[in-house]
Nanobody
Framework: QVQVVESGGGLVQPGGSLRLSCAAS????????MSWYRQAPGKERELVAT????????SYADSVKGRFRISRDNAKNTVYLQMNSLKPEDTAVYYC?????????WGQGTQVTVSS
């Protein structure tokens, strides 16, 4: 059974940090591109960051570039999103996605709330 499970969300003050984790199973993790998306209330889901199969290539949305960092550990079947200098506008449900050709797997999401 394919599973993509996010964790690490929570409540943090502006300027704080969180690290999200996404644990995958049921497919060959190392062959999949991994991405983080987020969806804030009343807004469309947006791509936050993507990482290549080896971890050698990354890309970020302009809104998070310089603050967030995506990484992966293929030995642990896990992708991470390190979020620093958090802002209230980062508040959203964060989703992990695995993709390879036409195959696409989504996690259930984890809530991140940035508020004082």
């Amino acid at each position: 059974q394919v599973q993509v499970v996010e964790s690490g969300g929570g409540l943090v003050q502006p300027g704080g940090s969180l690290r999200l984790s996404c644990a995958a199973s049921g497919f060959t993790f190392s062959r999949y591109l991994m991405s983080w998306y987020r969806q804030a209330p009343g807004k469309e889901r947006e791509l936050v960051a993507t990482i290549s199969t080896t971890g050698g290539g990354t890309s970020y949305a302009d809104s998070v570039k310089g603050r967030f960092r995506i990484s992966r550990d293929n030995a642990k079947n896990t992708v991470y999103l390190q979020m620093n200098s958090l802002k209230p506008e980062d508040t959203a449900v964060y989703y992990c996605k695995a993709v390879r050709f036409s195959a696409e797997y989504w996690g259930q999401g984890t809530q991140v709330t940035v508020s004082s």
